[in-house]
């Protein structure tokens, strides 16, 4: 009888303790909507389709480096989002491309400007309605920016924590976007601050090759690629499981765009055919439109590489289609990864590829 009592408080205990698997993260559906872009974040069809959607993109004042944010659509966002859907969780994006490398090295180098930096982008995620930050620093090049980089999560988590005693809100999420592979530069990223602090990364897995770089056709986006080869997703996410950030941090980005080749001789139109730029960069929406103006053949599917191309008269586009985007989704769920996030949401033609990863997911979770 003793034992048995025992046994039934041994399974409650065991029943109690897996039923809180220490504040799992669920699955990731993120997309990125880039201001001016000129869709509606949220589809009005379909508001599942997305777990997380980020604005894109908040800048850094090169003097006060404070957060500079130029539309109008900023602060509207998370409340347009939010009266579609209540529990889409929205971030900000800080960085890209187009901000200013000395003004983030500098930053990131001086604990005064870190102050400011980190500061005030907590007070303007929280002023604006924001869950959570995402940064981006992918110019980053030297070995002291990336350390001063594992120095900025430090204290932006630390700050972001110390916030969260005083705040009724739960805790601001911290997020970074990352290049496909941790050890493109002289520098490392700086992978022990990152697994610390950051609650996941988002990884540009894509843009290889673009066609100013090569003068025949690639996979700009290639899960795989034949041979020993590292210019390819699946090399791209070895190596940071490698480096030690754990799958389960990873967030597989995927291009809702695709690049134009001109090709040296039409006939001549498979992987790796003589072509040239210039690198024209389009929109999966403008891909479907070009090519079914032109009135195209059905855009091919290459599962060696995974990558859809479709030949208009000479040009050679490649892109995530549907098929790719499956394959993609399903990769990152084999392989443990935390989710999928979409460069950019408004470059969907009609919700397809949208539609097309969420299926793929709801498929999976019926499996296992
Ligand atoms: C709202 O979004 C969540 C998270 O993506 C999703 O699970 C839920 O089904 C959505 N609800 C509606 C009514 O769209
Ligand atoms: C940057 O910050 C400085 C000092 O606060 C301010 O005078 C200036 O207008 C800001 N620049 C931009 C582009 O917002
Ligand atoms: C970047 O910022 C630095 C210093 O703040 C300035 O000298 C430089 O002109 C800026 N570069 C660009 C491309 O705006
Ligand atoms: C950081 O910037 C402040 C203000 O410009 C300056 O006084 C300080 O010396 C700088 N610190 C370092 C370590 O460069
Ligand atoms: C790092 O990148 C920036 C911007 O692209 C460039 O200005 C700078 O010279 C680079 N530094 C090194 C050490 O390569
Ligand atoms: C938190 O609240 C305490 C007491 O009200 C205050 O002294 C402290 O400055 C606050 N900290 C932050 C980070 O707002
Ligand atoms: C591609 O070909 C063009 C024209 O012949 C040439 O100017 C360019 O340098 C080549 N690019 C590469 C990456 O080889
Ligand atoms: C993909 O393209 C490469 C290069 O043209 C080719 O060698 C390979 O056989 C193709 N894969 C499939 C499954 O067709
Ligand atoms: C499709 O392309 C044509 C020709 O470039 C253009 O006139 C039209 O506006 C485009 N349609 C859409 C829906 O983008
Ligand atoms: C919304 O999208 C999901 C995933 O593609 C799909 O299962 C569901 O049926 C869609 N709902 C509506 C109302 O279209």
Redesign the pocket.
């Known amino acids: 009888m003793v034992s048995r009592i025992a046994i039934i408080i041994l399974f409650h205990v065991f029943l109690s303790l897996n039923s809180h698997p220490a504040k799992a993260q669920a699955w990731i559906?993120a997309g990125y909507w880039y201001s001016g872009s000129g869709c509606l974040p949220v589809s009005d069809k379909?508001?599942?389709?997305?777990?997380h959607l980020i604005y894109a993109a908040a800048d850094l004042n090169s003097s006060s480096y404070q957060l500079s944010i130029r539309s109008d659509s900023f602060s509207a966002f998370t409340n347009t989002v939010k009266r579609?859907?209540?529990?889409?969780t929205t971030l900000l994006f800080i960085g890209g491309w187009n901000t200013n490398y000395s003004t983030l090295s500098a930053m990131a180098g001086n604990s005064t400007y870190r102050k400011s930096f980190i500061d005030d982008s907590i007070k303007t995620a929280r002023h604006y309605g924001f869950q959570g930050l995402d940064f981006s620093w992918l110019t980053a090049n030297t070995s002291d920016d990336m350390d001063n980089m594992g120095t900025l999560f430090e204290e932006w988590r630390a700050a972001i924590a110390l916030e969260t005693r005083n705040s009724s809100l739960s805790e601001l999420i911290l997020t970074a976007v990352v290049q496909y592979s941790p050890t493109l530069h002289s520098g490392s990223y700086p992978i022990d601050s990152m697994r610390r602090n950051l609650n996941w990364i988002h990884v540009l897995a894509f843009d290889y090759y673009i066609p100013t770089w090569v003068n025949s056709t690639v996979a700009s986006a290639a899960l795989y690629a034949p041979g020993d080869r590292d210019d390819n997703t699946d090399y791209g996410i070895a190596a940071w499981i490698n480096a030690g950030l754990p799958a389960s941090k990873l967030v597989l980005g995927l291009p809702f765009f695709g690049y134009v080749w001109k090709l040296a001789n039409p006939n001549e139109n498979s992987i790796g055919a003589p072509a040239t730029g210039p690198a024209d960069r389009m929109s999966y929406k403008d891909i479907n439109n070009y090519s079914k103006t032109n009135r195209a053949a059905d855009p091919i599917y290459n599962s060696t590489y995974v990558v859809n191309y479709v030949i208009v008269g000479s040009d050679w586009i490649s892109f995530d289609g549907v098929d790719v985007v499956r394959k993609k989704v399903s990769y990152a769920m084999e392989k443990g990864l935390l989710g999928y996030v979409v460069w950019e949401i408004c470059q969907d033609d009609n919700w397809v590829l949208s539609q097309a990863g969420m299926r793929m997911f709801l498929n999976h979770k019926m499996i296992f």
């Open positions: 559906k379909n508001s599942t389709l997305y777990t579609k859907n209540q529990s889409i």
